[in-house]
């Protein structure tokens, strides 16, 4: 399994502006990297075509895009261009355990909870195949076609949650279609970090606690 993140410079809301301050995403990329390392994976990035940063892929342009959108957008190509089973994990996260519950005998893994939606973004298992590319154009094209402020802030997570048609803290596997999904409570994979370690594999810092990353970063 490979890790891989995504990140791009692009125009964000207020609110995520002022909720990430200053935070350097680059230095966190390399946090992310050297956390996934100690565990065994090898971390790729993925970026635009405008964005300089050493990267393994290069999709479209998150300025002219959108964020929410191009993180779709490069999302399907990153499954297009896999060659080996995957784990998506946002830059602002560390990798402190195996992943091996993201993987079994099934398509896509994702992260389910009860609110504020029903999936979490930051983690996401993958098993690249041209049926999981064409349901993530899939649901790009949803993405496209929803209200204006989910596509500045959320459509990434909206346009999955309406194409598999996810409830809140699902948990269990089914068949989207031709993709076969697994849905997993966060509890046992995810927890989001702020004073104390944590037991699970993927501590996550959105939010204003990426203030709190530099310290778990060893």
């Not at 499954?79 to 195996?98: E, F, H, N, Y």
């Not at 496209?144 to 048609?165: F, H, M, T």
């Not at 076969?180 to 004073?195: C, H, L, N």
């Amino acid at each position: 399994m490979k890790i891989v993140t995504f990140y791009a410079d692009c125009h964000l809301p207020e609110v995520a502006k002022r909720k990430q301050g200053n935070f350097d995403w680059r230095q966190a990329i390399g946090w992310l990297m050297d956390s996934a390392a100690r565990q065994g994976y090898e971390t790729l990035v993925v970026t635009d075509t405008k964005t300089e940063i050493d990267a393994w892929l290069r999709v479209g342009d998150a300025k002219d895009s959108g964020l929410m959108l191009w993180i779709l957008e490069a999302q399907a190509e990153a499954i297009r261009q896999a060659k080996w089973t995957g784990a998506m994990v946002s830059p602002d996260s560390l990798v402190m355990g195996k992943l091996d519950a993201l993987m079994g005998d099934w398509d896509v893994s994702l992260l389910t909870r009860r609110r504020p939606k029903p999936i979490v973004n930051s983690v996401i298992g993958f098993v690249p195949s041209d049926r999981l590319h064409r349901l993530w154009l899939r649901a790009l094209e949803v993405a496209r076609n929803l209200p204006p402020e989910s596509q500045e802030w959320g459509a990434d997570i909206d346009a999955l949650v309406k194409c598999l048609n996810i409830q809140p803290a699902e948990n269990g596997t089914r068949n989207v279609g031709e993709v076969v999904a697994k849905f997993i409570p966060m509890e046992s994979i995810f927890t989001s970090v702020r004073d104390h370690p944590a037991a699970t594999p993927i501590w996550d810092f959105k939010g204003n606690r990426k203030q709190h990353m530099h310290r778990f970063a060893r």
